[in-house]
């Protein structure tokens, strides 16, 4: 099956600093990429998605000053949380898919985001 | 927009013992698809089945299977033979066949494997 790597898995960052968590698609290429949060013992909520050479969709109440995702090619996508703060520690998973109505989203290992 | 709800924050089976986890959708569409995730504790995200909308017969993965019924817009997983490794947080899943194709997921079953 397809592979989505995402890296770090782990991360321990500074309030005040930005960090950056790379999503890349290793052996297909992503036209689309999901970045999704996931809070301890809940559900996966959707952040964004992004196309390929455009500017992320995000959803409802995602601030986008915060939360930056580039989609610059068909393999890599990256969310850089900036100024990030204690609440925004948590599990943020990548998925990828490539163009297609019956093509399958793959998932990233996630990564562990910790604010201190 | 559409919802995906499970109701069953937990269930529990014995090892080699069949268990159904519940899933109930609400959407106003007539073509989209269903899915049901695995998280292990690894937290990797596994497709384990899915079903499109479109299709009556159910979709069957080894001893995994559903029960999909569009008109009551349920779509529950049939786990078969129980095994220590199926043990994990269990995700519904909506997608729609068109528009941005996201996924919509459920709240979650934490299924526990006695053994």
């Known amino acids: 099956g397809a592979v989505v790597s995402q890296h770090p898995s782990r991360v321990i960052c500074k309030s005040g600093t930005s960090v950056k968590i790379e999503c890349r698609s290793l052996?297909?290429?992503?036209?689309?990429m999901f970045w999704y949060r996931q809070f301890p013992k809940k559900s996966l909520m959707l952040m964004a998605t992004?196309?390929?050479?455009?500017?992320?969709?995000?959803e409802q109440g995602v601030e986008k000053d915060k939360f930056l995702i580039n989609h610059a090619s068909l393999t890599l996508s990256t969310l850089t949380v900036t100024s990030a703060h204690p609440e925004d520690s948590s599990f943020y998973i990548c998925?990828?898919?490539?163009?297609?109505?019956?093509?399958?989203?793959?998932f990233g290992q996630g990564t562990r985001l910790t604010v201190v | 927009a559409q919802t995906v709800t499970q109701s069953q924050p937990e269930m529990s089976v014995q090892e080699a013992e069949t268990v159904t986890l519940s899933c109930t959708y609400d959407?106003?569409?007539?073509?989209?698809?269903l899915f049901w995730y695995k998280q292990p504790p690894s937290r990797q995200m596994i497709l384990v089945i899915r079903?499109?909308?479109?299709?009556?017969q159910n979709a069957t993965e080894n001893r995994f299977s559903v029960n999909f019924q569009k008109a009551a817009k349920s779509f529950s997983l049939k786990i078969s033979d129980s095994q220590l490794g199926d043990a994990a947080m269990y995700f519904c899943?909506?997608?729609?066949?068109?528009?941005?194709?996201?996924?919509?997921f459920g709240q979650g079953t934490r299924l526990t494997i006695n053994p």
């Open positions: 959407t106003s569409e007539s073509d989209y698809y």
């Open positions: 052996d297909f290429q992503a036209t689309t």
């Open positions: 899943a909506y997608r729609s066949a068109g528009g941005a194709q996201k996924l919509v």
């Open positions: 998925s990828a898919r490539t163009l297609g109505v019956d093509t399958e989203a793959f």
């Open positions: 079903q499109e909308a479109y299709k009556q």
């Open positions: 992004s196309n390929e050479g455009s500017k992320a969709t995000y």
